[in-house]
């Protein structure tokens, strides 16, 4: 048991701070998400230059082998410095299918153009009636000789806009919410059929709605067992919610840390607004919720690479539950607590609140991983 | 950063694990698990028990017969009798005068005192509270004056716990009325057999009787029985306070209660089916069950980081222990009372020595219910918690 960051890890946190102080003041970032993209192929470069965009793949493709904690510290600094670029999308999400479901080929030709910051994925899950089911797929795959023929529409793909290239889910068969029949494939963003609609989301990210018609892909394109998929689909979304936990605890950290600058230098009634007990008290329960939070961050973390796919998803769902909690919490406070100022555009402070925001309907809000974790609960009893 | 535990970690839970399988009495834990009161004997025969294993002092220095455990270990010895559950060894002695006695006493009192605390040989209370020194503890006022080579003590202390079974209190008293209120206190070991010592019991809304008036009326104490020096009581206490860092959450008890819970829920039937199955009765467990992972969580981070603190200054982490802590125990006890539904009514007052009323499990709850409230008041309430946090690490 320890929670100390050993030596290469505290150089990783120590180099990707001091990347992130220099390059990503507020002021950058706003000029970032002005550039037609949306983020910085500038940044993009420097991720890689770090090695953070082959952080967790094997070295033979160009990857530095780091673990989940590393994925950790990496998102917890992107939550404070409310990082723009699609490392979630690629990294995390795209290439997580490619380490759980690629092939020996399908990884040496795609995870060493990622690692280098020369290619980029999203991942198209979403459909308008999925809502936060895994299973719920309508779009279809169908067997055409070799390949397969993908039709279907997907929404909010986040960093979709972009992206050189999708992971797709799709129905090779049974029903619309049926755990069996599901296929994952890759499709470039360019093929023939491939259309997207760009759009930047409430929390100055970029997303797209994505349609496939009549799109051909080979049987290259196939990631992990057509028709056995969920599960590969199931172990990349929960390696993606530990991530995300991670990176929405560096959003409430700022939160609460801003939060405290305030109250020690706003003044009314003739004193500093944080010699009010009201608001020190206030400002004590975010600390909780915010201690209560990167306690299960590091949970996730922890359990992320757990191959019991029952205890990995209980855990991950425990998490989820606790940062959706928190997250609304503390952005509410740091909200009330600043007063007018939070409420403007031009401050730090509310962005940190639609992060957050955004981060609780990512892969299921709080209510949506309570109620899973609670039919298991019922289920287990039984049992 | 490696968050499991170690092999050897391990090894030594399952060694807890065993021995208290072993030793401990069926009906010590009946009690706990049904929440009955344990007999003084039963808490005596089992840090006996401990004792002899080497385990009843384990927070102390190995020369005065501690264990050298890491915090890991300790925490995980802790962990394990919560959740067997089995009793602690007692606090009063164990984890709050004997640290301050290794800290602050002589040679004399420490060779005096510290065996029988280990062994349960003397039992001891703590003379903290007064009914105008809740909150403000610093403002008491049981004197204590000075009379050649003996105090003379005067005054009153209230919600001494078990002081009932008590041998012995260590008392802080005001030495110096003049003083700034810190600077005039003083802490005293009191023999409860002095002539002029008073103790009446208050009936908690529970019934129960573990809380305690105490009065003194000019009641002797030899001078030898200060404790350090005179009016830097309130350091010792402070000390005494601030030294539980593990064990404080009562995770493992918590632990312990949920699985109760679960226990019970499947046994009590709900509109034909088990009542864990309600749908509106399953989230609040599984949302309280998230909330006791973090602070797990939580409390394996504070420990864990207890190996590499030098100063003397608490982790943030941990100042949200308690408070934390007793929310979550204090929500137990609510979903227990949900579970037994209309067969929480029956009240059966000490004494009642008829059949019980509804299903045999069901009279302790609604008591525990009522009782247990007293957890975010106990040892600085929640409240006074916020104000210290807020000050120590938030700097407001």
Not at chain 1, 28 to 34: H, L, S
Not at chain 1, 281 to 289: W, Y
Request: aromatic share 8%; net charge negative.
């Amino acid at each position: 048991m320890d929670f100390d960051l050993d030596e290469e890890q505290r150089l990783l946190k120590e180099s990707l701070d001091r990347l992130l102080s220099e390059r990503y003041a507020f002021e950058n970032r706003k000029a970032y998400q002005q550039s037609p993209e949306g983020w910085s192929r500038e940044m993009w470069a420097h991720y890689a230059e770090l090695g953070l965009l082959g952080l967790s793949f094997a070295e033979r493709f160009g990857g530095s082998e780091k673990g989940a904690v590393e994925t950790m510290i990496v998102m917890e600094g992107f939550g404070r410095a409310l990082a723009l670029e699609p490392y979630f999308a690629t990294v995390i999400l795209g290439a997580g299918f490619l380490r759980y479901g690629g092939s020996e080929e399908q990884c040496a030709a795609l995870l060493p153009q990622i690692a280098a910051g020369k290619l980029t994925l999203a991942f198209a899950h979403t459909e308008r009636d999925s809502r936060y089911d895994l299973a719920h797929i309508s779009t279809r795959a169908v067997r055409e000789g070799e390949g397969w023929v993908i039709d279907g529409e997907k929404g909010v793909v986040l960093h979709g806009d972009s992206a050189d290239r999708f992971v797709v889910t799709a129905r090779t068969g049974g029903g619309e919410r049926d755990r069996e029949g599901i296929g994952v494939f890759l499709v470039g963003a360019e093929s023939p059929g491939v259309g997207r609609r760009g759009y930047p989301t409430q929390d100055g990210l970029k997303a797209a709605e994505v349609t496939f018609n009549r799109v051909r892909v080979g049987p290259e394109a196939v990631l992990g067992e057509p028709g056995e998929a969920l599960s590969l689909v199931e172990r990349v979304v929960d390696e993606a919610i530990a991530a995300l936990a991670a990176e929405a605890v560096g959003a409430m950290a700022a939160m609460h840390e801003l939060t405290l600058d305030y109250l020690k230098t706003r003044r009314q009634f003739g004193r500093e607004i944080g010699s009010f007990q009201v608001l020190q008290h206030r400002a004590v329960d975010m600390l909780m919720a915010l201690e209560q939070a990167r306690s299960m961050a590091m949970y996730a973390t922890m359990m992320a690479g757990e191959e019991d796919g029952a205890a990995r998803s209980a855990a991950v769902s425990q998490a989820k539950v606790q940062i959706g909690r928190s997250g609304r919490f503390i952005a509410h406070q740091a909200i009330q607590l600043h007063g007018g100022i939070g409420m403007t555009m031009e401050y730090r402070v509310g962005h940190y609140f639609k992060r957050v925001t955004m981060i609780d309907s990512a892969f299921g809000d709080a209510d949506h991983h309570l109620k899973r974790l609670a039919r298991e609960n019922a289920t287990r009893a039984a049992a | 950063m490696d968050l499991r535990f170690t092999p050897e970690e391990l090894a030594f839970r399952d060694e807890v694990r065993g021995f208290i399988r072993a030793n401990l009495p069926e009906g010590t834990r009946n009690k706990l698990v049904e929440g009955r009161p344990l007999d003084k004997d039963d808490t005596v025969f089992w840090q006996r028990t401990l004792n002899k294993e080497g385990w009843a002092v384990y927070n102390w220095p190995v020369e005065w017969g501690g264990t050298g455990w890491s915090p890991v270990k300790q925490y995980l010895f802790q962990d394990e009798l919560q959740q067997a559950p089995a009793p602690l060894p007692l606090g009063f002695g164990v984890t709050m005068v004997g640290p301050v006695l290794i800290a602050f006493g002589s040679e004399e009192q420490k060779r005096r005192y510290l065996p029988p605390i280990a062994n349960l040989d003397e039992w001891w209370c703590q003379g903290f509270s007064e009914p105008g020194a809740g909150s403000d503890l610093a403002s008491l006022r049981t004197s204590a004056r000075r009379e050649r080579d003996r105090y003379i003590v005067n005054g009153q202390k209230i919600w001494t716990s078990l002081a009932q079974y008590a041998d012995w209190m260590f008392c802080l008293v005001r030495t110096d009325p003049q003083a700034k209120k810190q600077e005039g206190i003083s802490f005293l070991l009191i023999d409860m057999k002095s002539p002029g010592i008073t103790r009446r019991p208050i009936v908690t809304i529970d019934g129960g009787r573990d809380v305690n008036e105490v009065f003194f009326d000019d009641v002797e104490v030899p001078a030898e029985n200060l404790v350090g020096e005179e009016n830097k009581g309130w350091d010792y206490a402070k000390f005494l306070l601030g030294n539980e860092r593990t064990g404080i959450a009562r995770v493992g008890t918590s632990k312990e209660r949920l699985r109760r819970i679960r226990e019970l829920a499947s046994l009590t039937s709900a509109n034909g089916r088990p009542f864990i199955e309600d749908e509106r009765f399953r989230e609040k467990l599984a949302a309280l069950e998230v909330e006791l992972k973090a602070l797990e969580m939580t409390q394996l981070r504070v420990v864990a980081a207890e190996r590499s603190r030098r100063d003397n200054k608490p982790d943030p982490a941990s100042s949200i222990l308690k408070i934390k802590g007793s929310e979550i125990q204090q929500a137990t006890s609510e979903l227990l009372l949900e579970v037994v539904g209309p067969y929480a009514m029956p009240f059966e007052p000490e004494g009642w020595n008829e059949p019980p009323v509804g299903p045999e499990w069901a009279a302790t709850i609604a008591p525990a219910y009522f009782n247990w409230r007293k957890i975010s008041i106990y040892g600085g309430t929640n409240e006074i918690q916020k104000n210290i946090i807020a000050k120590a690490i938030l700097g407001l």
